[in-house]
């Protein structure tokens, strides 16, 4: 390797560094600052966003550079054998137990209540019973989510935890289609390669997946899948993929759905995001009120804690918080309703949507977390290769019309 070539080389390798950087630095300082720190948390979302509005959005210098694909892709490689050994091991070793944060064990009380019992989840006394009031004790999330997790009934204690690796793994191969889309065969490898490694970087992917048994990584994979179609130009599926995440949580889902709805209205993108609310449909049917009261009342009506922004300002400056983060809902539909569909533009809005409704919120908690890295990790890698290369030689993204 000449000098000149490895100087190259160099440049080439600096810009994902410093992305790696970025997204194991912001992971590390969420997972060591929890209770107490929600300020530290705010900003390191804010980090986050801002690192993606850069990427997307601010005209950088590209650069052409030697060899870069191939020596990212076999760092990215030894990085992910590394992690391999340490932290994925040890969250893949609890693999078998029951999962320990609320999330995922009423989800396998959900689960067991309605396979087993025949039982309302909902109208249920036992599976969340959090606070004084009863008819906030039933199951607190969507019905979505009991139905993906079905089949846990059947696979012991930890069936959550193993459907959780199934829906990762669909997660990682999305990121790599999605950053594969825009790119050549060859710097497509390295670029999804790269993706994977910044999507498995931080610790909470793997211990709020395994350990703690969080159900988070479902409906941030339908939402990649969405991604996906709409740049496939399957505008029914897209909208069926955003219904069936807001069915089983209904953040984040619903932030995509709103920057999915244009005016005039795409009828196959709302005929499919209907359809994908049918289970909350069916489960109104069999109780409305239960539905209500768990699922959105309980979530409403709870207390903020210590790991958000309420903590840290006065309640005269956190009252508004909701007037705020409604005001960032209009504007963000505003800016989009007219839009043709362009995947990285609505990939970044989606992001910065979802940072600015998670500082403003009650709690941030380490399972939203699951929301943010692997949206980051396709628009970090996306952001390398708009940095690294010509522009002219990066295939355009497909822009999809109403």
């Known amino acids: 390797m000449t000098s000149n070539s490895f100087t190259q080389t160099c440049k080439g390798l600096l810009v994902p560094a410093v992305l790696a950087l970025v997204m194991g630095g912001t992971a590390f300082a969420l997972d060591k600052c929890d209770r107490g720190y929600g300020d530290v948390r705010a900003l390191c979302l804010l980090a986050l966003g801002l690192t993606v509005f850069v990427l997307q959005y601010w005209r950088i210098p590209a650069t052409t550079t030697t060899n870069t694909d191939r ?5 990215s490689v030894v990085v992910l054998v590394v992690l391999g050994a340490t932290s994925m091991r040890q969250s893949l070793d609890d693999l078998p137990n029951r999962p320990r944060c609320d999330i995922g064990w009423t989800t396998t009380d959900a689960v067991h209540a309605l396979v087993s019992d025949l039982e309302n989840p909902y109208e249920s006394k036992w599976i969340g019973k959090l606070g004084p009031e009863a008819k906030y004790w039933g199951y607190h999330y969507g019905p979505g989510t009991i139905l993906s997790y079905l089949p846990a009934e059947a696979l012991g204690p930890g069936g959550v935890k193993l459907l959780n690796l199934l829906y990762l793994g669909l997660t990682f191969y999305l990121i790599a289609a999605l950053v594969r889309r825009a790119e050549n065969r060859q710097a497509g490898s390295a670029a999804a390669v790269f993706a994977i490694m910044l999507a498995c970087l931080p610790d909470p ?6 350990r703690q048994g969080a159900t988070d990584i479902l409906p941030t994979m339908l939402i990649l899948a969405g991604l996906l179609a709409i740049h496939d130009r399957h505008w029914f599926l897209a909208g069926a993929l955003a219904g069936y995440s807001v069915s089983c949580k209904i953040l984040p889902g619903f932030l995509f759905v709103v920057l999915l709805a244009r005016w005039p209205p795409n009828l ?6 209907l359809s994908g609310m049918l289970p909350l449909a069916l489960a109104a049917v069999w109780d409305c ?3 209500v009261n768990n699922m959105i009342l309980f979530h409403g009506t709870k207390p903020p804690d210590d790991t958000s922004l309420y903590a840290v300002f006065p309640s005269a400056v956190t009252r508004f918080f909701p007037l705020f983060q409604a005001a960032i809902l209009a504007g963000f539909w505003i800016r989009n309703r007219r839009r043709q569909f362009d995947v990285p533009d609505l990939a970044t809005q989606l992001f910065l949507l979802m940072v600015l409704i998670e500082v403003f919120y009650k709690e941030i908690h380490c399972n939203h977390l699951l929301w943010f890295f692997p949206l980051a990790a396709v628009l970090f890698a ?10 002219s030689d990066v295939q355009p993204s497909i822009r999809n019309g109403r």
């Open 289 to 291: 009120g239960a539905l």
């Open 71 to 75: 020596h990212l892709l076999w760092l």
């Open 205 to 210: 992917v793997w211990s709020e997946t395994f």
């Open 268 to 273: 196959r993108i709302l005929a499919g995001v």
């Open 382 to 391: 996306r952001g390398w290769r708009r940095a690294t290369q010509p522009t």
